[in-house]
């Protein structure tokens, strides 16, 4: 099946133990500052906080999209950047059925190391997991240091997608998320189960 992202739809304020029709396990890597948590919290929580407490190894929250009819429960795990947490979150991968690698376009270093990610994924989680590459803080034009050229490029050599965003002025927060959930539904078999 082909999916569109208009298909789409966030569900606010649904009980936690709401009668899903699927389940779905997302991890956001990425290095530490791209912006993973205010991404979460952007697109859970529709805020922007001025100061976020740094993930300590993982943290997770749900939220629930509607897809023609059928209500969907991402249940979405965010982990820490730092080199130190590295071990603790090796497990999550194994469990993750779509993965958001997040850089900021601001930072040369963060978009260089998403190779690192991308080898992780294959050792700890699965070679053909599904994914979307994330280039956020797209509302610092002035600070660009990644080109969206040079990213689109290299997400087309790997072959996922890729979309820019912003958590601080909410561009495309809610599309990522429709994004790579529409990548996971779009595995053969995978909606008629
Ligand atoms: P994490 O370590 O990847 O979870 O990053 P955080 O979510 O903690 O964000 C790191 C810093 O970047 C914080 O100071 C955020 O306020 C800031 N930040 C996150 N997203 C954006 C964004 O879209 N635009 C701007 N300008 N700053 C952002």
Do not use: H
């Not at 304020?13 to 912006?35: T, V």
């Not at 900021?104 to 270093?109: A, E, F, M």
Request: hydrophobic residues 40%; negative net charge; contains cysteine.
């Amino acid at each position: 099946i082909v999916l569109k992202i208009e298909d789409f739809r966030k569900i606010e304020d649904l009980p936690e133990d709401f009668d899903y029709d699927i389940l779905l396990k997302l991890l956001i890597i990425g290095g530490s500052g791209p912006g993973k948590s205010s991404i979460l919290k952007r697109f859970v929580d529709n805020n922007f906080p001025l100061s976020i407490i740094a993930t300590i190894g993982i943290d997770f929250k749900k939220n629930f999209l509607e897809l023609i009819g059928k209500i969907i429960k991402l249940q979405i795990w965010d982990t820490a950047g730092q080199e130190r947490f590295r071990t603790v979150t090796t497990a999550y991968y194994k469990g993750a059925m779509g993965f958001m690698i997040v850089y900021d376009i601001t930072d040369r270093y963060s978009f260089d190391n998403i190779p690192a990610f991308l080898r992780d994924v294959d050792r700890w989680g699965s070679p053909n997991a599904p994914k979307i590459l994330i280039g956020n803080k797209c509302d610092l034009e002035k600070e660009r240091e990644v080109s969206k050229e040079e990213a689109q490029k290299f997400a087309d050599k790997i072959g996922i997608p890729f979309i820019e965003t912003s958590a601080k002025q909410n561009i495309n927060i809610d599309e990522s998320f429709f994004l790579l959930t529409k990548v996971i539904l779009e595995i053969p078999n995978f909606y008629n189960n």
